[in-house]
């Protein structure tokens, strides 16, 4: 079955930066397009972007565009997120992503604070 395992997630400064992993298994990872999600206390969840299959194209909220980068290594079957110049605003739990014939996946998620 369809697995993600986030990890990376901590509390760090404002200005610092983080990198995010996603370990994907239960499925063909180089086929499919990933995405990270993030979800900050009583918001909805949000799109942060997403890689494609072969890496090769990657898009990104405006609100961290400049900042996040997203890559992936389709030999490990993960998803990076690479957070720097990080913002209190940028505080959430943050999740991968996988759609697959309409169907969302999740993983549990991992805590990023941003404070001082």
């Known amino acids: 079955q369809v697995q993600l395992v986030e990890s990376g997630g901590g509390l760090v400064q404002p200005g610092g930066s983080l990198r995010l992993s996603c370990a994907a298994s239960?499925?063909?990872?180089?086929?499919?397009?990933m995405s990270w999600y993030r979800q900050a206390p009583g918001k909805g969840r949000e799109l942060v972007g997403d890689?494609?299959?072969?890496?090769?194209?990657?898009n990104y909220a405006e609100s961290v565009k400049g900042r996040f980068t997203i890559s992936r290594d389709n030999d490990k079957d993960t998803v990076y997120l690479q957070m720097n110049s990080l913002k209190p605003e940028d505080t959430a739990v943050y999740y991968c992503?996988?759609?697959?014939?309409?169907?969302?996946?999740w993983g549990q998620g991992t805590q990023v604070t941003v404070s001082s």
């Open positions: 890689i494609r299959s072969d890496g090769g194209s990657t």
């Open positions: 992503n996988v759609r697959q014939f309409r169907r969302d996946y």
């Open positions: 239960g499925f063909i990872f180089s086929v499919y397009r």
